[in-house]
């Protein structure tokens, strides 16, 4: 039940709101004081929230500031990160950050105090900063809570308007509705200004309360700097079980510094030395005030990795013809012996297969429909609360539309595991808006990943259940077709390796592949064998980590003749992990030809469209014979 506006003020009438506003205060001041300390930062956008924070960090959040790793700690994401001098001076308060670490090492090289937060805080649960993304994770955060962990914590977000301009704010309010995360409060300071200029909507409280309503969430409309409606509003956001709370705080940008309240042109600019001693001065000057936070709730947590059955892994007979995503929905249906696996899908389930996991473990499948971007975002948000995610769709979608929150990821630190399936032009008729043919470069480049590409399904079932211990972002590509079973169930595919086949000591040339292309090198070998050119085939499977040891020698013992053939794009692909990793050995010779994709494909037979391409078994024993003629 919802406290009554009377019971709250009778609780105000106890409490010494002064303790609050002293607070409030000491977090304009500090804000002031790191940022103007450093040169930059974000002040006008922390002054605004003060109040905010200081109310919820006093009287809501509950939280064992020595254990941040306790599975009952409420959690708060400041969306909008850019407002970390208000973060890191309500962690002074709460007295895990010092005074002079505040103040003298604020966004200073090599320091934990970063100009936007990042886990390097043992408090920050993802790094924020690209605006639209902490309320996502932050569902995936609330997902874990309800229907996994089953605790009581709850999960606080603090946002800016100007963020509620990006879609995924909407593509997560829309989820938490649908999935009833009452245990998810977004608090948007509403501080009508953003970077350059006013907002969309500026102050028109009732715009922004009808979007959330018709996302399904409860909006309350409050003065962000009235202490006693915000800490009814968070009163209320808290006893509702069943439906996400959007509390829409009016505030002042620059609130406590008159000469720059709701004044546009100084968002991201410290205060100058003799304006912020005015300041300071004015609001009473620096204190040293202490806060305890109330105690997370007790409870233990629902699923326990420590104990589970031995996993299982399906195995295939050698020229049987399995798709690689009919693999890996029956590889991760295997590890659903492991109560902390789950699965996420984008409404393709049919098709990548994550669906076969729902048939074993529905409590841990997690449907997100057509939203990629919370698709991520909520295997982000169930990483920090330790799960082992893995969020699967057509890989022209998983790596394009949520790439900022991958890269993001990668910055955050955090582990999750990507399936794209559908990938190439392998893929056929569907045509070239469905064709992942980036992807692998995307990927590549982000800090952390590791890139995989299986070509049959005993490597794919291999490769998915070490994704499920490998650290990083993993991302795993699968083809659309049926392919034959090439290993047998005793091979093993370590990350950073590759599968030689057919080297002998005379061999003329190499040729590369991973997924279909493997499978075309193969028989572009066997080709190259009748008209006897001797042709050794690498199964470039771990695209990265690459194996630097096996490219360098073959690259010497075939006098450097290498073909490479991808179904990608020449940019980023397979190819520019090959040529890397012998530009990094030193290697002595190399004639490479690389076959990819070059022209915008279209619609047809996929053995059409890999010969279209130029990458299918006679343009890769033409290649190889050029190579070895020359």
């Not at 605004?48 to 254990?67: C, G, I, N, P, Q």
């Not at 590890?335 to 409590?363: I, Y």
């Not at 169930?382 to 993001?408: H, K, Q, T, W």
Request: proline share 6%; aromatic share 6%; with cysteine.
């Amino acid at each position: 039940m919802s406290e009554d506006r009377t019971t709250t003020a009778a609780r105000w009438e106890t409490e010494d709101m002064d303790s609050i506003r002293a607070l409030a205060t000491q977090l304009r001041v500090d804000s002031i004081r790191c940022s103007t300390n450093a040169g930059s930062g974000h002040p006008t956008s922390s002054l605004s929230a003060a109040d905010l924070m200081a109310v919820l960090l006093t009287r809501h959040l509950r939280y064992d500031w020595e254990r941040p790793a306790l599975p009952n700690n409420d959690h708060l994401i400041f969306s909008k990160g850019h407002a970390s001098p208000l973060l890191y001076s309500m962690y002074r308060a709460v007295g895990v950050v010092e005074e002079e670490e505040l103040l003298n090492t604020y966004r200073q090289f090599g320091a934990r105090l970063q100009g936007h937060p990042t886990p390097v805080l043992p408090w920050v649960d993802v790094a924020t900063g690209s605006l639209g993304q902490g309320l996502p994770v932050a569902v995936g955060v609330s997902l874990g809570g309800r229907y996994l962990d089953k605790l009581p914590f709850h999960t606080w977000v603090l946002c800016g308007d100007s963020e509620l301009a990006e879609g995924s704010i909407w593509e997560a309010l829309d989820k938490a509705a649908y999935y009833k995360l009452g245990n998810l409060t977004a608090v948007v300071d509403v501080n009508r200004l953003g970077q350059d200029g006013p907002t969309e909507l500026q102050w028109d409280m009732d715009a922004y309360a009808r979007r959330v309503e018709a996302f399904g969430a409860r909006p309350l409309i409050i003065d962000g700097h009235d202490l006693s409606q915000i800490d009814d509003a968070l009163s209320r956001a808290r006893s509702d079980d069943d439906q996400p709370t959007v509390i829409l705080a009016k505030t002042i940008k620059g609130k406590g510094v008159p000469e720059i309240e709701d004044q546009n042109g100084w968002h991201g600019k410290a205060l100058p030395a003799d304006m912020a001693e005015k300041a300071i001065a004015a609001l009473g000057g620096p204190s040293s005030v202490r806060v305890t936070t109330r105690s997370p709730e007790s409870g233990t947590p629902a699923i326990t990795p420590e104990t589970h059955g031995s996993v299982a892994l399906p195995d295939w007979k050698i020229g049987d013809k399995v798709a690689t995503r009919a693999a890996f929905g029956a590889a991760v249906s295997a590890l659903a012996v492991r109560p902390e696996v789950v699965v996420l899908d984008g409404e393709v389930g049919n098709s990548t297969h994550a669906g076969d996991f729902k048939e074993v473990a529905p409590e841990r499948y997690f449907e997100m429909f057509i939203a990629e971007q919370q698709l991520v975002a909520a295997t982000i948000g169930l990483s920090v609360r330790g799960y082992v995610a893995f969020a699967s769709s057509f890989a022209a979608f998983l790596v394009s539309r949520p790439f900022d929150f991958i890269r993001m990821a990668g910055v955050s630190e955090v582990n999750i595991r990507l399936v794209g399936t559908h990938a190439g032009v392998e893929i056929g008729q569907d045509g070239p808006s469905q064709m992942a043919l980036e992807d692998i470069a995307a990927m590549r480049a982000v800090h952390s990943s590791t890139v995989l590409y299986p070509a049959d399904a005993p490597s794919t079932a291999q490769l998915v259940s070490t994704m499920a211990d490998t650290p990083g972002i993993s991302y795993l590509r699968a083809t659309r077709g049926a392919y034959p079973v090439i290993y047998g169930p005793d091979e093993q595919f370590p990350l950073g390796g590759s599968k030689v086949h057919g080297a002998g000591p005379d061999d003329q040339v190499a040729l590369i592949g991973a997924g279909v292309t493997l499978h075309e090198c193969l028989a572009a070998a066997e080709e190259l064998a009748r008209s006897g050119i001797k042709a050794r085939v690498i199964d470039l499977y771990s695209i990265k980590p690459v194996d630097v040891d096996t490219l360098r020698r073959t690259c010497l013992e075939t006098d450097g003749r290498i073909v490479v053939a991808e179904d990608h794009y020449p940019q980023g692909g397979i190819g520019s992990a090959v040529l890397e990793a012998l530009a990094s050995a030193n290697t002595p010779k190399l004639h490479m030809a690389l076959l990819a994709v070059r022209e915008l494909p279209g619609s047809g037979e996929p053995k059409d469209l890999l010969n279209a391409a130029g990458i299918s078994a006679r343009h890769i024993a033409a290649a190889a014979r050029d190579l070895v003629m020359d």
